[in-house]
């Protein structure tokens, strides 16, 4: 799947994730957000070896409830699932190889 630019609000539910099937990268933040801007980079990087994995871009803030779920309060916050379970997150990640490790734990061969 490819790099998403944008956040969108309330893209998935709970309910949702928690059905979800395979690899998938959640990232919340906003699109003003100076930290998430600066990541994007990184995580685009770290996204290039990794086409399996669905990555959604989630807008995060005051009664986001998706966001709410998975106790998100620094932004961007990522959360690499795998069949609906969180395996793993990163909280403001500082370089594209971190972003990869995770990746790399929900991708399937």
């Not at 690499?80 to 370089?95: A, K």
Request: charged share 30%.
């Amino acid at each position: 799947m490819p790099f998403k630019h944008e956040y969108t609000p309330e893209s998935l539910t709970p309910e949702e994730v928690a059905h979800s099937k395979g690899p998938l990268l959640i990232e919340f933040g906003t699109n003003w957000c100076g930290f998430c801007k600066a990541a994007q980079p990184r995580i685009k990087a770290a996204m290039e070896s990794y086409s399996g994995v669905e990555h959604v871009k989630v807008e995060d803030g005051k009664g986001r409830r998706l966001g709410r779920t998975f106790g998100v309060k620094l932004w961007p916050t990522l959360i690499f699932l795998e069949d609906g379970e969180e395996v793993t997150r990163l909280v403001r990640p500082e370089n594209s190889e971190d972003i990869a490790t995770g990746l790399a734990q929900i991708q399937r061969s």
